[in-house]
């Protein structure tokens, strides 16, 4: 929850747009989604749900 990226306003959507920067990594806490984005990548080279 430290990775930086801005908080994710549409909550499971994840695109590329909603990725963004905000601050360094470690230097601000926000609760997001971020890790539904690591969920496809994973179906996708799984080949499952």
Known sequence: MTSGIEDIKNGDVVTPTSLQY????????AYHNAY??????????TNQT
Do not use: I, P
């Open 22 to 29: 905000k601050a360094d990594a470690g230097t601000r806490w």
């Open 36 to 45: 539904v984005k690591l969920q496809e990548v994973v179906a996708k080279t």
